[in-house]
């Protein structure tokens, strides 16, 4: 494995980034964690608040197995070890947000241990080839309340909503060597949460947030003391947390100061970060396990469902494409969203020919969809009327040329490509004779360019060809306007 490149110039010196993410799922279940309280995003503040989530005296929590379930399932996905054995823990602390004074979550043995993911070569980026990202553990805990500091001049609240929501905390190793491999991993890590449905990735509601530890190091030597930048909400935002982050850390060591292992905020209106409060170590909750649970204990047969449940993920996807001829970079951008996997796989069934399709999706489908602004879920064609037009290209019915047009009619009125091929008489056409007749025209009218051409002029064999298909409204067929093109020229 070649190492990154990416360096931060200093007088003493090159300097190494390092980074080590952990991020912050929220896992799509009706209910939290520990209680049966609704977890839907933007509701009324304290409306979805169970007695266990306002923490009264003596409310028992008890395990929500889908939300165990949807962690396990994650763990399968990014071939981590999944422990039979597990336990929860008491990280205990004061804040306004935290009404038990404990957050239940897993120290000593966590649902899942050691998984990796694969990021992919960008060379824009600067990732040389494909490199394998190293993810220490999930564990599951309870999310916390939410302090409202902007409803009055004095005075601040706090929303229980959130109040144990369960989350997935997925620790990376310290394996990243520059924003883009960060930003490449939060990409492909947020893939794979989509394709498995155990949290749908959405950063801006706080779905998916990560804290960023980044180290700076003269390359081979020791890792450095790391700071940590608590919930950054966006892919863009992590990638500016660390650029500055390792440039400070930099200016600091040469300026012969020292790096302080502390806790620091993201401001993204400056791309700059701040030192919050000094780093606590695990010692300071006084974890201990939680005496109200007992220990998650699996069988084969939860385990081997939650596998089973398992969808085609975004590299056997991938790899698959490949397979049946689709380009690399089609195969990455088509299984890049699981939306857009789910359309072309339909697309795959209805009966489209691949290489054929995936051009097609990438191009006039993306095109359009873009012009009219909405997602490939709502996108007004469907995979089969998609499948219909292509075959009508595939089998010669119509022109590439021709299809744009019947698209496009198709996206206004809904009506099946068949259909509109009939009643706006697009058929292309591959009768000889009728092709024959045009060209002659053709060439009677351009004597000139016939001249040059028969003078060794080649090129203007496009513009014969150009102007045959002009004559018939693209719809001949064009191949056979090539051949009969060729023959009348000699
Ligand atoms: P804590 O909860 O104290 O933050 P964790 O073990 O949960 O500790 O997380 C540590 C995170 O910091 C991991 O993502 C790990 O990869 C990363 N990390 C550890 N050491 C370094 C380092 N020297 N530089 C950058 N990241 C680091
Ligand atoms: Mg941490």
Redesign the pocket.
């Known amino acids: 494995m070649t190492e990154s490149t990416y360096r931060i110039a200093g007088a003493t010196g090159d300097w190494e980034v390092?980074?080590?993410?952990?991020v912050h799922a929220q896992v799509t279940s009706q209910a939290k964690l520990f209680s049966g309280a609704a977890t839907a995003f933007g509701a009324e503040p304290n409306t979805q608040v169970s007695l266990v989530d306002a923490a009264m005296p003596g409310m028992l929590p008890v395990p929500n197995r889908e939300c165990i379930r949807q962690a396990v399932r994650t763990g399968m996905a990014i071939n981590a070890r999944i422990n039979k054995w597990s336990r929860f823990d008491r990280k205990n602390y004061f804040y306004a947000d935290l009404p038990q004074g404990y957050q239940i979550s897993q120290l000593y043995h966590p649902l899942v241990g050691e998984g990796s993911l694969a990021i992919e070569a960008d060379e824009k980026a600067g990732i040389a080839e494909e490199k394998v990202i190293g993810i220490?553990r999930i564990h599951v805990e309870q999310d916390a309340g939410k302090l409202m500091h902007d409803q009055h001049p004095t005075r601040s609240y706090v929303d229980l909503n959130r109040s144990g929501v369960a989350l997935m905390?997925i620790?990376?190793?310290?394996?990243m060597r520059s924003p883009a491999e960060a930003g490449a991993y939060l990409r492909k890590l947020r893939a794979i949460l989509r394709y498995v449905g155990s949290c749908d990735g959405n950063m801006e509601e706080g779905s998916m947030r990560a804290?960023v530890?980044?180290?700076v190091?003269k390359p081979g030597d020791e890792?450095?003391?790391?700071t940590?930048t608590k919930n950054v909400n966006s892919v863009r935002f992590v990638m500016q947390a660390i650029e500055y982050e390792a440039q400070r850390q930099v200016d600091v060591l040469e300026g012969g100061g020292r790096i302080v292992q502390e806790t620091r905020l993201f401001n993204p209106d400056t791309g700059t970060t701040r030192s919050m409060r000094s780093?606590?170590?695990?010692h300071d909750y006084r974890y201990f396990p939680d005496p109200d649970l007992l220990p998650l204990e699996l069988d084969d047969t939860f385990l081997d469902a939650c596998r089973a449940s398992l969808p085609e993920l975004p590299d056997a996807k991938r790899a698959r494409y490949e397979g049946l001829g689709i380009t690399e970079y089609n195969a990455a951008v088509l299984t890049a969203e699981v939306e857009t996997a789910r359309w072309f796989d339909a697309l795959l069934e209805a009966g489209a020919k691949p290489q054929q399709a995936s051009n097609w999706v990438s191009s006039e489908l993306f095109g359009a969809l873009n012009r009219l602004g909405k997602s490939i879920e709502d996108s007004p064609v469907a995979p089969a009327q998609a499948a219909e037009l292509l075959a009508l290209v595939a089998d010669g019915t119509i022109s590439g040329t021709i299809s744009k047009q019947v698209f496009e009619i198709m996206l206004e009125t809904g009506d099946a490509p068949g259909k509109i091929v009939e009643e706006k008489g697009l058929k292309q056409t591959s009768d000889t004779g009728t092709i024959e007749a045009v060209i002659a025209k053709v060439l009677a009218d351009n004597g000139d360019k016939v001249e040059q051409y028969k003078g060794g002029k080649e090129a203007l064999f496009g513009f014969f060809v150009g102007q045959t298909m002009k004559a018939m409204q693209g719809k001949a067929n064009p191949q056979i306007v090539n051949e009969l093109l060729k023959k009348a020229l000699g």
Not at 18 to 22: A, D, F, N, T, Y
Not at 279 to 282: I, L
């Open positions: 390092v980074i080590g993410l952990e220490e905390e620790v990376s190793r310290p394996d804290d530890n980044v180290s190091r890792f450095g003391t790391r940590e780093k606590e170590d695990a």
